[in-house]
T-cell receptor, first 113, second 112 residues
């Protein structure tokens, strides 16, 4: 069953903690993306990766970090430097970057306590 | 997820009606457009896409129209059903750019 999985579905973080969100895909896609979604706003790009061991900052990268050690996996760490981390986080993948359709995972809702 | 639609434009229709959701874009160089559907608490689902060399593309119960002159994109849903209730948003890209730009979305509410 091909697709993109994200875990956990819900995540709670205390202030000052780092947390890592998982994203895995078995679509053999080269490109992967992380977005943040807040109520009433469009998706905002955090980081993206076009190929293993390479990634670029998006529009709102401050307070976040990523790694791309395997083609299938693109974990996102929300660090304590992110001042307002409560949001819905979406991972996506596509065959390549640019004019290729992005397919999304089910999302992780992060809440800071 | 359940609060994604907060403060979004809303279109309310009756079951069986046709729905039209609009999207304006600003980049005249945009040449690839996608419509996504997002249900409460879930990730966006791909609905249909269109490239700039086309004016119209049809899928199952959905049609996308592209007017490059006025930089306008629309999604038409025929015989709207309660299961179509969701937030719909468009995305665009241009050759040479690595990422998509997403609109804020429109909430579609379908009454039985």
């Amino acid at each position: 069953d091909g697709g993109i999985t994200q875990s956990p579905k819900y995540l709670f973080r205390k202030e000052g903690q780092n947390v890592t969100l998982s994203c895995e895909q078995n679509l053999n896609h080269d490109a992967m993306y992380w977005y943040r979604q807040d109520p009433g706003q469009g998706l905002r790009l955090i980081y993206y990766s076009q190929i293993v061991n390479d990634f670029q900052k998006g529009d709102i990268a401050e307070g976040y970090s990523v790694s791309r050690e395997k083609k299938e996996s693109f974990p996102l760490t929300v660090t304590s430097a992110q001042k307002n981390p409560t949001a819905f986080y979406l991972c996506a993948s596509s065959t390549s970057t640019g004019t290729d359709t992005q397919y999304f995972g089910p999302g992780t809702r992060l809440t800071v306590l | 997820g359940e609060s994604v639609g907060l403060h979004l434009p809303t279109l309310s229709v009756q079951e069986g009606d046709n729905s039209i959701i609009n999207c304006a874009y600003s980049n005249s160089a945009s040449d690839y457009f996608i419509w996504y559907k997002q249900e409460s608490g879930k990730g966006p689902q791909f609905i249909i896409d269109i490239r700039s060399n086309m004016d119209k593309r049809q899928g199952q119960r959905v049609t996308v129209l592209l007017n490059k002159t006025v930089k306008h994109l629309s999604l038409q849903i025929a015989a709207t059903q309660p299961g179509d209730s969701a937030v719909y948003f468009c995305a665009e890209n241009s050759i040479g750019y690595s990422t998509l730009t997403f609109g804020k979305g429109t909430m579609l509410l379908v009454s039985p």
